[in-house]
């Protein structure tokens, strides 16, 4: 097996990405530095009620984009702004992909929809609207324009996790550093609160770093082509994953970026040996039918 932490050590990957050398009372204090510094701090800390009468819409920059452009054009923010106006809900019981969709819509403009799981367990009927109060934030990007958007379904005023000057992240880039910050921040709290939690994250430590931290470096390692350093990454966090198992499968992510990559790199007995891995800590009953057996099952046919 690889040992891990001179490997981690020598390629000084975790250092580079979170400003660690590896000493696990960094993780506690201090998320890790690679979260973007200027991109607002996603809040975790919201009331179950809260989080289920205020609803991110979907559809906004797909369907919906050209709809959200003409609004942000008539409200002067197609170049980025925010907009916080009246809207209306609305059952679609005509709609092909699902009769229970409830729409969204502003100023005669579909917006975007609830999400399906919500839809299903609203009180609104076929045909029916209601008034809901809704935010669209905008942003100019390289591939145009781009929109998020909430509604409040809750009685009395609408209480919005974001706003005009604490904007939610845009891009994917943003997404994905306020995504990197709330794990960094959540494994961090449960690391300082200690009892059964905190023991339960020590075990997935390697290096000073949970595995759930290494999601978003490994997946920017690729992207920046440095395939040899995600490895490491990988086997650091498959060797965390098995860590906090609790006698379960490990999670298999990381081993299916581990194969992945030996494939890009032409090395198929490592492919194979990263995936057997996986099934030898995999509980017998779970192995059949789980993505990492069919891998294998194709690649040793």
């Known amino acids: 097996m690889l040992d891990l932490s001179d490997r981690i050590q020598d390629a000084g990957i975790l250092k580079k990405l979170f400003g660690s050398s590896g000493d696990t009372s960094n993780s506690v204090t201090q998320p890790p530095q690679h979260a973007v510094r200027s991109e607002p701090r996603v809040q975790v800390s919201v009331s179950m009620a809260v989080a289920q009468d205020r ?3 979907t559809g906004t920059t797909t369907f919906a984009r050209d709809a959200i452009t003409r609004l942000a054009e008539r409200h002067r923010i197609a170049a980025g702004g925010y907009l916080e106006v009246g809207g209306t809900i609305q059952r679609e019981p005509e709609n092909p992909a699902d009769p229970h969709a409830i729409a969204v819509h502003v100023e ?61 992240p ?29 023991e339960s994250f ?15 470096p490994i997946k920017q390692l690729k992207r920046d082509g440095r395939l040899d350093d995600a490895l490491v990454l990988c086997y650091a966090a498959i060797e965390g994953a098995e860590g906090a198992r609790n006698g379960l499968e490990p999670a298999p992510f990381y081993t299916e970026q581990a194969a992945i990559i030996h494939r890009k790199l032409g090395q198929r007995d490592k492919e194979a040996s990263v995936l057997r891995r996986w099934l030898a800590y995999c509980p017998p009953d779970r192995r059949k039918g789980s993505s990492i057996k069919e891998r294998l099952d194709r690649l040793t046919g």
């Open 55 to 57: 609803v991110q819409l």
């Open 108 to 168: 005669g403009e579909k917006v975007g929809y609830l999400p399906g799981y919500l839809a299903r367990t609203i009180d609104l009927p076929s045909g029916g609207a209601r008034a809901v109060q809704i935010q669209i934030f905008t942003e100019l990007l390289p591939k145009g324009l781009r929109a998020e958007a909430w509604a409040w379904l809750g009685r009395g005023p609408a209480k919005w996790q974001y706003s005009e000057t604490e904007r939610p």
């Open 170 to 198: 845009m891009s994917s880039s943003a997404k994905a550093a306020a995504h990197q910050t709330s794990i960094d921040q959540m494994i961090a709290d449960a690391l300082a609160g200690g009892g059964d939690r905190a």
């Open 202 to 216: 020590h075990r997935g430590m390697v290096g000073g770093v949970h595995y759930l931290q290494l999601v978003e």
